[in-house]
DNA sequence: CCTTGTGAAAACTTTCACAGCT
DNA sequence: AGCTGTGAAAGTTTTCACAAGG
């Protein structure tokens, strides 16, 4: 399978739209290829590149309009408007995912959090009302969500990947530490702090 | 520079050992590269080859004894004994991370925690007393630890890196989503999740 | 006849180097 | 003169396909 855009462009453009919206704080206008990468520890030819697969945005001889790529990368996402996100699973992690705040630099918001725990249940998390996991189905069909993260324990994250599936989620994001067994139109990825951990303790010892 | 081991392929080994526990919890002792590899969506030649840049683990026409195999995995990734872990920034995200219970099948554990806030020194987070930042440097020295996880606020991250790594930290796991400007014989790894929710989402608006 | 181990080929990604525009 | 945009080359990783061993 040939693919147009390199999974690795993909996981770049957020980090550089991150990047962007820095220099824009700063008072930014204008920011050559070098001067949005160096920071980065991205070869600017790199950023070129990426930025080849969608289109030609900066000046020759002079750089790139930063509040306009900003718009561009934000379109080239799919976040120039905020997309809404439900969460499943609210304990320890769960709950500071909802009250992380990176999610909103990138025009990103949890609308819905479900847990199965009874004493969860009714209460607020960051003004998010957790709900019953048996609400999840219908909320998602009728507010027509497609992306999902999951908090829950390992053993419990298949069960509720499927659930999310036949509720309409077509993207989810795993925090458990498990491989997800789903339809190949659906997309996952995987945040897996420990292995994340146990590779860079390979390279310490090994390198 | 060439390299001996692909990157890909450490990554890889902490998934293939959290696998192998797995099985050896379900009380298999004989399992085929396919067996190992089927329920993480890797083809079992993937597995083989990664294997193959450390030695001759299997049997031909039989499989690999899993109780080896795991032991093998965990002295190729080094935590055949336990690894001692630093965090520094105990706010939702460090406190969940400190009583994660991920982290100890591979053999990691969080020792100490160091925050900044006079309001969370002295306070314990599931056995684990919160010390003063000014504390670190000389606990690192003396335990002679070399792994830390940052989770601190993004415009604190630097400064918290630099100290670790005066410190003697040698490998860093870093939370904040801002790329860490640091010595290159320091390895650092990233867990940027927003920027993981970011190209998933790319993926389900163009792909 | 099963499954591993691995060179070689294919696929993919980054880096180079320079043409082209301002 | 300076910086972008991009084919082509170099480098890296995965997949193939099969020899070798139980």
Redesign the pocket.
């Known amino acids: 399978?040939?693919?147009y855009?390199?999974?690795?462009?993909i996981k770049?453009l957020p980090v550089y739209l991150r990047n962007l919206l820095n220099l824009k704080k700063e008072g930014k206008f204008l920011?050559?290829?070098?001067?949005?990468t160096v920071p980065l520890n991205?070869?600017?030819?790199?950023?070129?590149?990426?930025?080849?697969?969608f289109?030609?945005?900066?000046?020759?001889?002079?750089?790139?309009d930063v509040n306009n790529l900003i718009n561009i990368l934000e379109k080239i996402i799919g976040i120039d408007k905020e997309i809404k996100v439900i969460l499943v699973g609210v304990g320890r992690l769960g709950s500071a995912l909802i009250r992380y705040k990176g999610f909103s630099i990138l025009n990103m918001k949890i609308v819905y959090a479900f847990d199965i725990d009874p004493q969860k249940i009714g209460k607020i998390v960051d003004g998010i009302e957790i709900k019953n996991i048996g609400e999840m189905e219908e909320i998602v069909k009728k507010e027509k969500i497609d992306v999902g993260i999951i908090c829950v324990p390992a053993n419990n994250a298949q069960e509720i990947a499927n659930l999310m599936v036949n509720s309409g989620i077509k993207a989810i994001l795993n925090f458990a530490p498990v491989v997800l067994n789903l339809p190949k139109d659906i997309f996952v990825s995987y945040v897996d702090m420990a292995s994340e951990l146990g590779s860079l303790i390979f390279k310490l010892k090994n390198l």
Do not use: C, N
Not at 5 to 9: A, G, L, N, Q, R
Not at 55 to 64: A, D, E, L, N, T
């Open positions: 399978m040939k693919r855009i390199p999974e690795d462009t770049r920011a050559s290829s070098k001067e949005i991205i070869p600017p030819e790199q950023f070129r590149k990426d930025l080849s697969y289109g030609q945005f900066g000046k020759r001889g002079v750089g790139y």
